[in-house]
T-cell receptor, first 115, second 119 residues
Framework: DARVTQTPRHKVTEMGQEVTMRCQPI?????VFWYRQTMMQGLELLAY????????DSGMPKDRFSAEMPDATLATLKIQPSEPRDSAVYFC?????????????FGPGTRLTVT | GENVEQHPSTLSVQEGDSAVIKCTYS??????FPWYKQELGKGPQLIID?????GEKKDQRIAVTLNKTAKHFSLHITETQPEDSAVYFC??????????????????FGQGTILTVHP
């Protein structure tokens, strides 16, 4: 049963600390997306990778957020330093450009609380 | 950029009734419209999608209609069941073809509809 996995599932940290979220896309998928979900803003795209290259990170605050794909099986989203307004659920999704349907498969999310 | 409006924000129906959720989009170039279902504590799950060259698509109890002229699309769920209770999101995107496949456009999501199906 192929699925996107994310770690950790929950993270509580203090303001100013570094936070790293990890995502393992479905094996063989070549696109990875990072989304943030809050009650106020809904689902927002933060970054999009294709074949491990960042294609769009316009939704990401550049001064504190960074996203990378060290290899095809791992995507990371880092916040440094974290702030209370970063509290949200962060989702990773993956897909493949060969799929005509362009489906994005979401992971279970990382719930981040910054105090 | 694209803007997607979704209505209603909450919807309560009796089991067996139909439910309809509507979305409007602003960018006439958008050509891909997926619907996602999100259950508590889980990530969104794609339930159905439609492309701009099709006016309607059905999958068992779920159907989606698209009116390109009016720039709106709707999700229809018939014979609702308690397990249909969840948050539903519409989205719009521009997909482009390239030699190696399909290029994902940015998905712009609606604000979501909380559907409650009462037994």
């Amino acid at each position: 049963d192929a699925r996107v996995t994310q770690t950790p599932r929950h993270k509580v940290t203090e303001m100013g600390q570094e936070v790293t979220m990890r995502c393992q896309p479905i094996l063989g998928h070549n696109t990875v997306f990072w989304y943030r979900q809050t009650m106020m803003q809904g689902l927002e795209l933060l970054a999009y990778f294709r074949n491990r290259a960042p294609l769009d990170d316009s939704g990401m605050p550049k001064d504190r957020f960074s996203a990378e794909m060290p290899d095809a099986t791992l995507a990371t989203l880092k916040i440094q330093p974290s702030e209370p307004r970063d509290s949200a659920v962060y989702f990773c999704a993956s897909g493949h450009t060969r799929d005509r349907g362009a489906e994005q498969y979401f992971g279970p999310g990382t719930r981040l609380t910054v105090t | 950029g694209e803007n997607v409006e979704q209505h209603p924000s909450t919807l309560s129906v009796q089991e067996g009734d139909s439910a309809v959720i509507k979305c409007t989009y602003s960018d006439s170039a958008s050509n891909y419209f997926p619907w996602y279902k999100q259950e508590l504590g889980k990530g969104p799950q794609l339930i159905i999608d439609i492309r701009s060259n099709v006016g309607e698509k059905k999958d068992q109890r779920i159907a989606v209609t698209l009116n390109k002229t009016a720039k709106h699309f709707s999700l229809h769920i018939t014979e609702t069941q308690p397990e249909d209770s969840a948050v539903y999101f519409c989205a719009a995107s521009l997909l482009a073809r390239f030699a190696g496949g399909t290029s994902y456009g940015k998905l712009t999501f609606g604000q979501g509809t909380i559907l409650t199906v009462h037994p």
